[in-house]
């Protein structure tokens, strides 16, 4: 399975790195993930909580952000094109501007988008659109390869 992580996840992951997001994609599982590097800026943009609430160091959280990024392939936004950035941003702008790089690269690639975005989840839902996974469902997906 490929999916497309949000930036809700990867932040989650370096609260929590003991935790099922973290194992998710770390693992050496079935599960493909892929980001538009926005994930990146996301991040960026939470370090200064992530390091107030963790108690760690700035190397500290780099480390654990390159441990749980070296299994995602990354898309430039560059190599997303413009039209799925356009319908992707006419399909979130009332529900969350900020993910449509997320919904852009589902609809070039095609696969799901995991989230714990409820509100997101639910807005593209009511707009026909379950293009989405869960960390719950994923875990069912979990297996070691030999």
Excluded at 31 to 57: C, M, R, W
Aim: aromatic content about 10%.
């Amino acid at each position: 399975m490929i999916v497309i992580s949000d930036s809700n996840l990867l932040i989650s992951a370096l609260y929590n790195p003991n935790g099922a997001i973290a194992e998710i994609l770390t693992s050496k599982s079935n599960i493909q993930i892929s980001a538009p590097e926005f994930i990146l800026t996301e991040v960026n943009n939470h370090f200064s909580d992530l390091l107030k609430y963790t108690g760690k160091t700035r190397l500290q959280i780099n480390q654990d952000l390159k441990q749980l990024t070296s299994k995602i392939t990354f898309y430039k936004s560059s190599e997303i094109e413009k039209k799925y950035l356009k319908e992707a941003f006419e399909i979130v702008k009332d529900i969350d501007p900020d993910d449509f790089f997320f919904i852009a690269l589902h609809l070039q690639i095609r696969h799901k988008i995991w989230t714990g975005d409820i509100q997101l989840i639910k807005g593209l839902l009511k707009k026909g659109y379950d293009i989405c996974v869960t960390t719950e469902e994923l875990k069912k997906f979990l297996y070691k390869k030999n």
